[in-house]
T-cell receptor, first 111, second 114 residues
Framework: QKEVEQNSGPLSVPEGAIASLNCTYS??????FFWYRQYSGKSPELIMSIYSNGDKEDGRFTAQLNKASQYVSLLIRDSQPSDSATYLCAAGKYNFNKFYFGSGTKLNVKP | GAGVSQTPSNKVTEKGKYVELRCDPI?????LYWYRQSLGQGPEFLIY????????DSGLPNDRFFAVRPEGSVSTLKIQRTERGDSAVYLC????????????FGEGSRLTVL
């Protein structure tokens, strides 16, 4: 079983819609969770981090964490074509020195 | 520098050769990570440095892989007797505290083993 699981997609949404990306993790000791965006041929860049149960909002992005269900999600409101990328979910354990990444979900936002 | 710098950006080598990949982290970042990313996959953890020491090298796939960070800044990932299966993008990332999880990635070194 992988540490972090994501649906590979592609997820296609029309411009202006809400994109919902999901991730599950296997190890209950994971304490920190991150969403990275990776454009094709580029390196990952951090867009959101979340450490506590509940929602965390930053502009058009909302990260949601449910530790009981071991589930993390990312909502992108008012999706734009420039949001088209692969979104990587990552989880960090208690010692914070190793971060496991999912295989990523490819998002296509159609104009 | 302003960001994490990795060289070379592309490296093509023959099976059995030795390869070195270099990473120059963001100035002041004490934590440095090496990841490997194959096509269609997420980054796979290789090794983590806190300062000069390798705090966790459990992700190195075998003893052909070795990494150093002698002065706590620049790091070099060394791969001996390269195999075709080593072909991937090798990503370096640095972090300010070593525990926040906010990794800043370089653009990667694409290694192709023929």
């Amino acid at each position: 079983q992988k540490e972090v699981e994501q649906n590979s997609g592609p997820l296609s949404v029309p411009e202006g819609a809400i994109a919902s990306l999901n991730c599950t993790y296997s190890d209950r000791v994971s304490q920190s969770f991150f969403w990275y965006r990776q454009y094709s041929g580029k390196s990952p860049e951090l867009i959101m981090s979340i450490y506590s149960n509940g929602d965390k909002e930053d502009g058009r992005f909302t990260a949601q964490l449910n530790k009981a269900s071991q589930y993390v999600s990312l909502l992108i409101r008012d999706s734009q074509p420039s949001d088209s990328a692969t979104y990587l979910c990552a989880a960090g354990k208690y010692n914070f020195n190793k971060f496991y990444f999912g295989s990523g979900t490819k998002l296509n936002v159609k104009p | 520098g302003a960001g994490v710098s990795q060289t070379p950006s592309n490296k093509v080598t023959e099976k059995g050769k030795y390869v070195e990949l270099r990473c120059d982290p963001i100035s002041g970042h004490t934590a440095l990570y090496w990841y490997r990313q194959s096509l269609g996959q997420g980054p796979e953890f290789l090794i983590y440095f806190q300062g000069t020491g390798a705090a966790d090298d459990s992700g190195l796939p075998n003893d052909r892989f070795f990494a150093v960070r002698p002065e706590g800044s620049v790091s070099t990932l060394k791969i001996q007797r390269t195999e075709r299966g080593d072909s991937a993008v090798y990503l370096c990332a640095s972090s300010q505290t070593g525990g926040s999880g906010e990794l800043f990635f370089g653009e990667g070194s694409r290694l192709t083993v023929l």
